[in-house]
């Protein structure tokens, strides 16, 4: 019974470590916060937490927040084909610490 007991708890506690929750937002702006979708995700397995940075230049447009996997953590990648944003994925991996 208290083997039992113990494994169950050590269940729980796995299943609590994998279920990473995010805040989601479409576009949140530093001055207004998010003005479109905002709510939150649970991430699925090798899914992080992502803030991601729109940038044009050097001047930031605004972040979407969200999950994302691992593998594209620290990238910067082009918004679209031949479109001068680049989306900049600065994740964590904590609850809602994006
Ligand atoms: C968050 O990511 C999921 C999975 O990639 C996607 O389906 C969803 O549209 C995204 N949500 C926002 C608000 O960008």
Redesign the pocket.
């Known amino acids: 019974m208290k083997v039992l007991f113990v494994g169950l708890a050590t269940l729980l506690c796995f299943a609590g470590d994998e279920a990473l929750r995010c805040n ?3 576009r949140k702006l530093l001055i207004f916060g998010c003005v ?2 905002s ?1 939150e ?1 649970t991430c699925g397995l090798r899914e992080t937490c992502v803030a991601i940075k729109a940038s044009l230049g050097k001047l930031p447009l605004y972040y ?5 996997a691992l593998h594209n953590c620290g990238r910067m990648k082009s918004a679209a084909l031949n479109s001068p944003i680049f989306d900049y994925y600065n994740c964590c991996n904590t609850d809602f610490c994006n």
């Open positions: 989601v937002c479409r479109q979708e709510g995700a979407r927040l969200n999950c994302t």
